[in-house]
């Protein structure tokens, strides 16, 4: 059974860091494009980050470049986001997602494997 599981978000005062992580189990996503997701309540998913299999590339919504980096350990089947000056309107439950594709995407679509989010609370 594939698994996704984030850890590492929590409360964190404006302008502080926090980094998640999702671990995968079940399967290796090393040739795996990786991302993060966010959703807070009312609100549709919103996409983060991703990374293609190689990390090579990475794509950021413009409300988080510059502030957050993602990144992946293949050995570890773990990807990583990196996320510096928070800012309240950061507050979300975050989501990682893998796809059987090799790219970086931003469309929630083609991602086949979710995990079950952290909350990243971000007070002022």
């Known amino acids: 059974q594939v698994q996704l599981v984030e850890s590492g978000g929590g409360l964190v005062q404006a302008g502080g860091s926090l980094r998640l992580s999702c671990a995968a189990s079940?399967?290796?996503?090393?040739?795996?494009?990786k991302g993060w997701f966010r959703q807070t309540p009312g609100k549709e998913r919103e996409f983060v980050a991703a990374?293609?299999?190689?990390?090579?590339?990475?794509y950021y919504a413009d409300s988080v470049k510059g502030r957050f980096t993602i990144s992946r350990d293949n050995a570890k089947n773990t990807v990583y986001l990196q996320m510096n000056s928070l800012k309240p309107e950061d507050t979300a439950v975050y989501y990682c997602?893998?796809?059987?594709?090799?790219?970086?995407?931003?469309?929630?679509?083609?991602?086949?494997?979710w995990g079950q989010g952290t909350q990243v609370t971000v007070s002022s």
């Open positions: 990374i293609s299999w190689s990390g090579s590339s990475t």
């Open positions: 079940g399967r290796t996503f090393s040739n795996n494009g």
């Open positions: 997602a893998a796809s059987l594709g090799a790219y970086a995407s931003r469309w929630s679509e083609e991602y086949n494997y």
